[in-house]
Antibody, heavy 120, light 111 residues
Framework: QLQLQESGPGLVKPSETLSLTCTVS??????????WGWIRQPPGKGLEWIGA???????YYKPYLKSRLTISVDTSKNQFSLKLSSVTAADTAVYYC????????????WGQGTLVTVSS | QSALTQPPSASGSPGQSVTISCTGT?????????VSWYQQHPDKAPKLLIY???KRPSGVPDRFSGSKSGNTASLTVSGLQAEDEADYYC???????????FGTGTKVTVL
């Protein structure tokens, strides 16, 4: 059974960089059938897709985050990562890593989510 | 890219049906047949219920069904059960810079 697990600091200071890693187990990240993405949910609010990566390194970012966002992949560790720079309180959210199908982009597997709070 | 529009709430008694609408534009939901629906219980990750407008993943009861007409998609939950009480989100592919534009979310209450 495929599993995704987010890891990283739960507290980040304003203006610093938020860094999260998603470890994929039970399957290979190096599949041509999937993208690997990040979705976030501010407390009490809705879902927002922020970006995704293909195992060969192609990246896809939400336009307004593109200047602050970097998603990378490490196939040797079966992991992919998110870095969001210059964070503000508006970036406080539960961050989910997900698997998207390349056929029609839905997210069939989700990590449990990790809350990242931006605060001094 | 604005969020898709869903009613904030819906409700029904056990055994009844409830339908949730999801309205987008001709650039997202109306253009692509890549509409999916997710169920989210409190403090849990969303779970895929429907993909490609009307297909159900293995393990999702056939009480959940999806459809689409023009710029509006719908999710119907038939035979409501207590465990169906949750938040529901629609989603549509909207291009390579937006794999998923989500709906505003609907809280379903089982009376």
């Amino acid at each position: 059974q495929l599993q995704l697990q987010e890891s990283g600091p739960g507290l980040v200071k304003p203006s610093e960089t938020l860094s999260l890693t998603c470890t994929v187990s039970g399957g290979s990240i190096s599949s041509n059938s999937y993208f690997w993405g990040w979705i976030r949910q501010p407390p009490g609010k809705g879902l927002e897709w922020i970006g995704a990566i293909y195992y060969k390194g192609s990246t896809y970012y939400k336009p307004y985050l593109k200047s602050r966002l970097t998603i990378s992949v490490d196939t040797s560790k079966n992991q992919f990562s998110l870095k969001l720079s210059s964070v503000t309180a508006a970036d406080t959210a539960v961050y989910y890593c997900v698997r998207h199908t390349t056929a029609s982009y839905y997210s069939d597997y989700w990590g449990q989510g990790t809350l990242v709070t931006v605060s001094s | 890219q604005s969020a898709l529009t869903q009613p904030p709430s819906a409700s029904g008694s056990p055994g009844q049906s409830v339908t949730i609408s999801c309205t987008g534009t001709s650039s997202d939901l109306g253009y692509y047949n890549y509409v999916s629906w997710y169920q989210q219980h409190p403090d849990k990750a969303p779970k895929l219920l429907i993909y490609e407008v009307s297909k159900r993943p293995s393990g999702v009861p056939d009480r959940f069904s999806g459809s689409k007409s023009g710029n509006t998609a719908s999710l119907t939950v038939s035979g409501l059960q207590a465990e169906d009480e949750a938040d529901y989100y629609c989603s549509s592919y909207a291009g390579s810079n937006n794999f998923a534009v989500f709906g505003t979310g609907t809280k379903v209450t089982v009376l």
